[in-house]
């Protein structure tokens, strides 16, 4: 083999290489990526059923309940025009409370219910995820052309 054709070996291997690393990367980015969905779009069938994605809103006063076995918490997230019931099992935040802001992260089951493999409590009174607040304005100015 000529010394030009094993540059070109290596040129070409080497792109080859590259190409694989990238759609590798691309690959494991896109099987990790998690949408957030407010109620309302969960509502409308605008989240997928077949991976998981993030929901969130404001967890509905006087809706949480415990299971005897004191890990399964049910509850409801609403952003103020529909709600999504929400089952997780596990330990909640310190910061989860009715009326304060959560983002539940899981799966749609085939009935409507979320379960949730994760729930991320607001940081303090201030704070609430920008996803759950633009999910709230939204319903409520929805609300309010709906009642005009």
Known sequence: MKSRHKKLLVIVLGLAGIGIA???ILNAFQSNLVFFFSPSQ?????????????????VES???????????????????AKTIPVTYKGILPDLFKEGK???????LAADGQFTASQ???KHDENY??????HALEQAAKAQQTLAK
């Not at 609430?128 to 607040?133: F, G, I, L, N, V």
């Open 119 to 121: 729930v991320l409590a």
């Open 101 to 107: 802001g959560v983002v539940a992260e899981g799966r």
């Open 22 to 24: 990238a759609a590798l």
């Open 128 to 133: 609430m995820p920008p996803e759950a607040a």
């Open 42 to 58: 969960v509502a409308q069938g605008e989240a997928p059923t077949d991976r998981a994605f993030r929901i969130g809103g404001l």
């Open 62 to 80: 006087g809706s949480v309940q415990r299971d005897p076995d004191g890990l399964t918490v049910r509850f409801v997230v609403t952003d103020t």
